[in-house]
């Protein structure tokens, strides 16, 4: 046996696993040093949000096996919190007396409601919007995973609920700003720290956010218990044989996929500066999915990519509506394609590139053994 | 040597057809029991019926002390029953080293499992068992790759590192060629006295080669048990295979 | 009690809506494991066409039925070709295919015809009402519960009494087995993703006078029919009838006492507890696992 497989922490290949997460988080934090302007630069962080919210949905459905066609409904839940604190501290002008919000004022509510009340505290908001997604997701996933609903059924309930949840917020106008969403917010303050849309600091933060979802779902991966969801992933019934609660682990990395999607839902809010219902649609919904499949569902990297790049090449596009039109349409299409034909997405084709360079280098010096049968990394 | 499993009255049918209809069956600790019988005589839903796959209409099953029929199966692998499947249930994408290390279920909880150091405390133990199994060169290979028989080997190991008292194997051997065979009964020579063992099997030969008492089933009864030659001499299960050549080439 | 027996009319006619688009998904979910999230927009497609047909040919709803049936039906065997047959060992990812062809399908009807609502017009011989045990009812919501019962009863007829739902249902026993007696799945997959796209065309039809005809209309059916479908478990064609009209009653209910939106929340809800306690639909028994 040569010293290839016996590795002496017992985590093989963490490097190689892990580079290319630091190398994207570096690439994104000298993202300004290149980007000279403020437009383009909250753009850029729009897209960065979005490639997290696709992380989270990587976690769950490419880890998981859990294809989560609601996740946007955490997302937006993230993002209604972070909008609730925000609006509940605008400046007097856009608000009824004792800082009741524009629009209950519209709709004749008199007091500012029960479940907004906590809101009035940033700290209660910026826990609630991790912390709700993630009970939400929870409480669904104790209904879903308890009764053993699996695969496509998993899709049907996730989307429905979303759907639900989307009309209930714009059928309770006066509660929720309705079709319009919360708008006209004050800026994020952190310890006298003022987060502009359009200012580096929220720029860094998105890219330090960026950081940790990407290292925190990486570490959950590499767990034991990321491990036994990717064998739960690979052969449900056969993981109940060893003693494991399948149901709890599924529980459990939906609801962490649900709060990175929280925090991603924040985020945007800052970067958009308001919340609408549309955060929490089918198209969003739609969109993550294709992103996570054309970068790689498997790869979390691949997925954070798979979104930025799309998600920005359709930014890009935007200029002109005719265009925009034909590219949902090109999209579709891009989508099927991948599907049929590149399962594991950009980041699989990256991969057995990859190998096939490798190959050849080794097999032209002779040495050709064993490359190619081991398993690269899922970084 | 008192009781280990027991089993008592079980009965289950399938719209209709009676699986199992009132199974008694009972094994002592330590013991390496085989079960043979014609195609359809229940051997397999028996196994499932003991790991919890499928719950008896009637009956009780004790393992230890504990009532098992009404227990989840996650339940009953923690109560200390384990289970090879008849077609190799592996997990394709992982590696070797992690199939064993998923079966290493000593802990199964959920938070248990979050910490850093759980995965790399059981590396000696996985590589000690991928020596017993034969897979040393392959353990960072997926399990994809890897032969039938091998594939069955893994799922063995997998047994072996989840270490519960009583392992139940359905047709270990199938599939696998004359040396294939050989090598899993030196196999399960060693696992011999340190588990309780119900191998379902068709081979014969690897039955007499391994079995201390068989038991033989019947259209989801137990019609006989005792060891090779009592049960052949058997006038009932001599009826039981009349027509299919015998036990010997059942 | 007026008021009681018109709520109940009310729930029969949303039932039979979801009927009418439900019964296509089930024997498309049934038969081949295939969530087709693409069925909403066959129901537009069906919409669509009864919009051109009137618009350019003149022609009414009753006489362009069957056109439309085939139309979608022959878009829905076209895809099954060219996309599904290709999925066939891969249950999940139909979800995506069906999904990304869903988009295509939409957003290639908004390029064409644009996003504006769109009109179709009721049948006049079927304007008029009719008088139901005192109350008077729109005869054409009569009509739709008739075709819907009419549909289910082809529908079962088709599966149960006839070679190709012979074969169908061989095919969904064992499918290499059936090939080995011959059988040639890839063409009664075809069919019968074909049929049922055929059956969603029909419910966009019908439906088109009630509602408006827009490229999106599809998505709020789609997830309405797939809640009859879990709700009445799958590979049950008469689950499927009762679980329509159970929540077209509730829904109608509700919606009553409250609002739509209430409605399809609790209804939700009410389904997500439900299949905790039954996982397998509330109508199917139990089989070997």
New interface residues.
Partial sequence: ?TSK???P????RLGAQIAPILIVCAIVFALPLVLNNDFLLNKVARYLVLGILTVSLALSWGFGGI?N?GQAMSFGIGSYAMAMALKLKTIPVHTGSGGLPDFMVWNNVARLPWFWQPFKSLSFALAAGIIVPALVAAA?GW??F????T???V???T???M??LN??I??QQSFTGGFNGITDLAQLEIFGFAFDAYGRATFYLVASCVALSLLVAF??T????G??V??I???E??????????A??QI?VFALSAAIAGLAGMLYTIVMEFASPTFLG?QLS?SV??WC?VGGRQSLVGAFLGAVLVAGMQGALSESAAFL??W??V???L??LV??FL?KGLAGLTKSAWRWIVRRRLASQGIARGVG???EGSA | MTTHLDLRDISVSFNGFKALNGLNLSVRKGELRCLIGPNGAGKTTALDIICGKVKPSTGAVTFDGTALQDLEEHEIARAGVGRKFQVPSVFRDLTVAENLEVARARRPGVWANLRWDVRRAGRADIERLAELIGLTEHLERPAAYLSHGQTQWLEIGMLVAQDVELILMDEPTAGMTAQETRKTAELFERLRGKHTLIVVEHDMGFVKAIGDIISVMHMGQLLAEGTAAEVEAHPEVRRAYLGSGGITNA | MDQFFEQIITGLSIGSILLLVALGLSIIYGSMGIINLAHGEFVMLGAYTAWLFQTYFGLGLLASLVPIFIAVAVIGWIIERLVLSLLHNRPLDTILATWGVGIMLQQGIRLMFGSELRYVQMPPSLSDSVDVFGLSVSSYRMFLFIVAIALFAATWFLMNRTTIGMKLRAIMQDRSVAASFGINSRRVYGLTFGYGAGLAGLAGALVSPLKSVSPDMGTGYVIDAFMVVVLGGVQSLGGTVASAFILGELSGGIAFLQNDTVAKALVLIAIVVLIRFRPEGLFTTRVRA
């Avoid at chain 1, 922490?9 to 093989?12: A, D, R």
């Avoid at chain 1, 308890?146 to 609903?149: A, L, P």
Wanted: proline share 3%.
């Fill in positions: 046996m497989t016996s590795f922490t017992g985590l093989p294809l066609l669904l209904f879903i308890r009764s053993r609903v695969g496509v059924y899709s049907i309930i989307l429905a609920t759907v639900v009309l209930v714009i059928d570490a959950f590499r767990t034991k218990a491990l036994v990717q064998a992933r690979d052969h019934g056969r993981v109940r044989y060893f003693g494991y609660d399948v709890a682990y459990f089918v739609l999915v294709v499949a039109e034909t949902t349409l999209m579709g299409a989508f099927v599907v049929l399962p049968q081991t398993r």
